[in-house]
């Protein structure tokens, strides 16, 4: 079946601007993670949907990002005003339920100029 | 302390050789664990899950010691298309998924 979608692949954008990435889960997934790795780093954890309850927004670095997602399909990250420090490649990924391995989609590779 | 750590690397093996990674994590609690790789510029990818009991994959041996808190995976008679990063990934009791740092694994001919 398919696989974790993301779009767009890769989103060039001016600073200030603001950007809309999407990502639709594997169908039948009930969890589902954003992610943002910048250049040579880590994963750093950013929002977690769990069917319907209350996201973990933990991870979001500023009143800038946010993310929503109807029911248990599509989700977007939106950021706001970005800025060159937002450039890096935003993962998503969704699990079948908790605790169960992680899939990953392509992910979005922004760059703010 | 960071919740999941890892020796970042890079770990540098000729063909063949038997390579092993290990990782360590701050949570007791904690209740699921993956080995996941990750080629440059890509998505990482699951590579295993972690039991307690420990579990092999062909060449790719997994074991999780809880008291200890800590994770390792065996990488035997390594092939140059191992060449990757290698993240540990650990799920904490409130379904947080946290990703070690990874590492960095190059098989030279």
């Known amino acids: 079946g398919a696989g974790v979608s993301q779009s767009p692949s890769n989103k060039v954008t001016e600073k200030g601007k603001d950007v809309e990435l999407r990502c639709d889960p594997i169908?039948?997934?009930?969890?589902l993670y954003w992610y943002r790795q910048r250049l040579g780093q880590g994963l750093e954890f950013l929002i977690y949907?769990?069917?319907?309850?209350?996201?973990?927004k933990s991870g979001l670095p500023s009143d800038r990002f946010s993310a929503e997602r109807t029911g248990e399909s599509v989700s977007t990250l939106t950021i706001q005003r970005t800025q060159q420090e937002d450039s890096a490649v935003y993962l998503c990924a969704s699990s079948l339920q908790d605790r169960s391995p992680l899939h990953f989609g392509n992910g979005t590779r922004l760059t703010v100029t | 302390r960071k919740e999941v750590e890892q020796d970042p690397g890079p770990f540098n093996v000729p063909e063949g050789a038997t390579v092993a990674f290990n990782c360590t994590y701050s949570n007791s609690a904690s209740q699921s664990f993956f080995w996941y790789r990750q080629d440059c510029r890509k998505e990482p990818k699951l590579l295993m899950s972690?039991?307690?009991s420990g579990n092999e994959d062909g060449r790719f041996t997994a074991q999780l010691n809880r008291a200890s808190q800590y994770i390792s995976l065996l990488i035997r008679d390594s092939k140059l298309s191992d060449s990757a990063t290698y993240l540990c990934v650990v799920t904490t009791s409130y379904d947080k998924v946290i990703f070690g740092p990874g590492t960095s694994l190059s098989v030279i001919p």
């Open positions: 949907f769990q069917g319907n309850s209350a996201p973990d």
């Open positions: 169908s039948g997934h009930t969890a």
């Open positions: 972690v039991y307690s």
